[in-house]
């Protein structure tokens, strides 16, 4: 796993899912992509390898950096276009895959749990799940 932080965009993985993301023709499109890697993630009833929870991760971001007071993206590291504003149906299938990749039966998880920096990690996790909540919880 290639990684060199503990944000979501400190991530190797998600350097495919991000050009996929630049290829396709609108915000709306972006928003299908982001919606079927939170998904796999979710639906994923088996060990999620490391690769595909850290795109769920960055998916979950992405997600988050569009809802009201989110972190903007780092130009760097996201996608050069904007995304359409995510639901609040896609910020709860967000949470549900940042649960997933959390989980015991995670790579991802397990990986940074075996370093000195899994509690941060985990907190950058949580932010991404404060900033993902409805506006009326994050008073």
Same mark, same amino acid.
């Given at each position: 796993?290639?990684?060199?932080?503990?944000?979501?965009?400190?991530?190797?993985?998600?350097?495919?899912?991000?050009?996929?993301?630049?290829?396709?023709?609108?915000?709306?499109?972006?928003?299908?992509?982001?919606?079927?890697?939170?998904?796999?993630?979710?639906?994923?009833?088996?060990?999620?390898? $490391?690769?595909?929870? *850290?795109?769920?991760?960055?998916?979950? #971001? &992405?997600?988050? !950096?569009? /809802? +009201?007071?989110?972190?903007? =993206?780092?130009?760097?590291?996201?996608?050069?276009?904007?995304?359409?504003?995510?639901?609040?149906?896609?910020?709860?299938?967000?949470?549900?895959?940042?649960?997933?990749?959390?989980?015991?039966?995670?790579?991802?998880?397990?990986?940074?749990?075996?370093? $000195?920096?899994?509690? *941060?990690?985990?907190?950058?996790?949580? #932010? &991404?799940?404060? !900033?993902? /909540? +409805?506006?009326?919880?994050? =008073?």
């Amino acid at each position: 796993m290639g990684f060199w932080g503990t944000s979501p965009f400190d991530r190797g993985a998600v350097a495919d899912f991000v050009g996929d993301l630049d290829d396709t023709a609108d915000g709306v499109e972006r928003l299908a992509a982001i919606r079927e890697a939170l998904r796999f993630a979710v639906e994923e009833t088996g060990y999620l390898e $490391a690769p595909e929870g *850290e795109v769920a991760l960055f998916a979950a #971001a &992405l997600v988050a !950096a569009g /809802r +009201p007071g989110g972190q903007p =993206v780092d130009e760097g590291y996201g996608p050069t276009e904007a995304i359409a504003e995510p639901s609040q149906e896609l910020a709860d299938l967000a949470v549900r895959a940042l649960d997933r990749v959390l989980a015991a039966d995670s790579e991802a998880a397990e990986l940074w749990d075996d370093s $000195a920096s899994g509690p *941060e990690w985990r907190a950058s996790v949580d #932010a &991404l799940r404060t !900033a993902l /909540r +409805p506006a009326s919880e994050s =008073v």
